[in-house]
C-alpha cells in the first residue's frame, strides 16, 4: 500500500469500497430540488409563445422552441430595465445582442 498515491489512501480510508456512493446524499438532494423545482413550473397556468405558438408557462424567460425572450431583461451595461423586443437599453443606448438574466 505504501507505493499507491496519497490521494487513494486517503480516499480509501475515507471511503468503504464495497458498492458505497460517497455522493449518494448530495445526488438525492439534488434530485429532490430538482424535482421540487418542476412542480413549481408545472403549477404556474400554461400561456403559448408570441413568436411560435409554442405551449410554454408563466416562469419561462425565454421560448425553449424558438428563443424569444418573454420577461424583461436588465440592460448588460447599466443595469435599467429592457423590454423583451428592444434592440437598445433605452437608458443608456447600449446594444442587447447578449440578453443578460440576473
Known sequence: MDNLPLLWKTSTLRTPMCCHNPLGLLIDKLELKNDVSRT?????????????????????????VCGKVLKPFPCKYCGQT????????????????IRSYP
Not at 397556468?45 to 419561462?60: A, D, K, V
Not at 423583451?84 to 437599453?89: H, K, L
Open 40 to 64: 413549481d413550473v408545472d403549477s404556474s397556468p400554461p400561456e403559448t409563445c408570441p413568436n411560435c405558438r409554442n405551449t410554454i408557462h408563466l416562469s419561462y424567460v425565454w421560448c425553449p
Open 82 to 97: 429592457v423590454e423583451p423586443e428592444a434592440n437598445f437599453c433605452l437608458h443608456c443606448g447600449a446594444p442587447q445582442l
